[in-house]
Every structure is written in C-alpha cells, then in structure tokens.
C-alpha cells in the first residue's frame, strides 16, 4: 500500500501560483511513477501532469503545459506540481495518484493509488 496526501492547495488570483505537494508513504516510492489529476464542478477528473520513477520522462496536458510543471524528490517521498498563471478554469479539486508502471500514463484507471485531495480555486 502507498498512502498520499495532498498539501498545497487554496484561493489564489488569476496569474497567480501556486505550489501542489504529495507526499507519500508506506511502499518504495521510487518504483512508482506518479501522476497529478483533477476534477472541476460538474466535469468529468482529467490528466493534468505525470513523471516516471526516476524524473526523466513528463507529460503535461496541453492545457496546463508551459504554465504547470511536475517534479519529484524521491529522497523527500514527494512529488510536486508548480503552478503559475493561473487561470479561473484550473479552479478545481487536485489529486496526485501512483502508480506502478514504466514511464508516463494519462489514464487515471493506470493509477493504484489516490490522494484525498487538495482544492484549488482561482478568482478572476
């Protein structure tokens, strides 16, 4: 078992950012790559980022790329999701989830393991 939890979360104006951490325990958290998700009122939780075992292979989703970056320190068991101009439409609730594959995935059913969560609201 992998326990995660999210930190980082909170009201923030558009262009703004933010700093998402995860940290996990229980189980080697170097074998596992890790993902960030997050679901919005009313909509469907999509891919936001993810990061294999080692840091060398990241995927972002087209929304967030080159505002959002993913990164992990597997010495701290975390795994982190920096976040800067922000928009109203990232306003959402944050998950991190692993999983325990080669490389990146952005399909959340790849993912074992979930966070509870962190809320992200963006004000215009």
């Known amino acids: 078992q992998v326990q995660l939890e999210e930190s980082g979360g909170g009201l923030v104006q558009a262009g703004g950012s933010l700093r998402l951490s995860c940290a996990a325990s229980?189980?080697?958290?170097?074998?596992?790559?890790m993902g960030w998700f997050r679901r919005a009122p009313g909509k469907e939780r999509e891919f936001v980022a993810a990061?294999?075992?080692?840091?060398?292979?990241?995927s972002y989703a087209d929304s967030v790329k080159g505002r959002f970056t993913i990164s992990r320190d597997n010495g701290k068991n975390t795994v982190y999701l920096q976040m800067t101009s922000l928009k109203p439409e990232d306003t959402a609730a944050y998950y991190c989830?692993?999983?325990?594959?080669?490389?990146?995935?952005?399909?959340?059913?790849?993912?074992?393991?979930w966070g509870q969560g962190t809320q992200v609201t963006v004000s215009s």
């Open positions: 229980g189980r080697t958290f170097s074998n596992y790559a």
């Open positions: 990061i294999n075992w080692g840091g060398g292979s990241i």
């Open positions: 989830a692993g999983g325990r594959f080669f490389g990146v995935r952005r399909a959340d059913s790849e993912y074992d393991y």
